[in-house]
Each structure stands twice: as C-alpha cells, then as structure tokens.
C-alpha cells in the first residue's frame, strides 16, 4: 500500500508541476481525476482491511494491534462513520 501512496504522492506533485507550467486546465483537471481515482482506490482497500482486522477479527487473532477495544455496537457506529467520512 506504501507504493500506492507514493506513486499518488508523485501525481499530486505533477499536478502542481502542470500548474506551475500553466498546462491545459483539462490535462490537469484529468490528473486530478486519476489522483482521486488512486486515492479512492487505497480507502477501498483500506477499509476492507479495517473491516478484516479491526471488525471481523475484533477480539481474535487476527485483530490489528492497534484496534480499539469496542462493543459491537461501538464497532458498528465507528464503520457508520467512517464509510459516511469517506463518502464525502
């Protein structure tokens, strides 16, 4: 995933390079397109990983170490938020 984020890292920074450069507006609004595209792409995965570790595996041995102690419930509303966070 560190990859994924670095190669959207390196398209927002052409994006200010095309910016600087005063390219076409399309181009650019076209990268920032496929930058939030990549993006999106990275919270899918990120999510269904939270949902594997942090709420299937709540309690278990697959629970991330970093998961907080929750009630079903608690997990249940956290992953309403997040989802309506990431939405947006």
Known sequence: MRGRINR???QVAGIGR????DKYC???LNQIAAA???????GVELLADHLQTCVLGH????????AKPLTGDELVEEVRTVVRRFLK
């Open 36 to 42: 939030r595209s990549a993006l999106d792409a990275i």
């Open 26 to 28: 399309v181009d650019i």
């Open 59 to 66: 309690g278990g041995s697959d629970e991330h170490e970093c």
């Open 18 to 21: 095309m910016i600087d450069e």
């Open 8 to 10: 959207v890292g390196g």
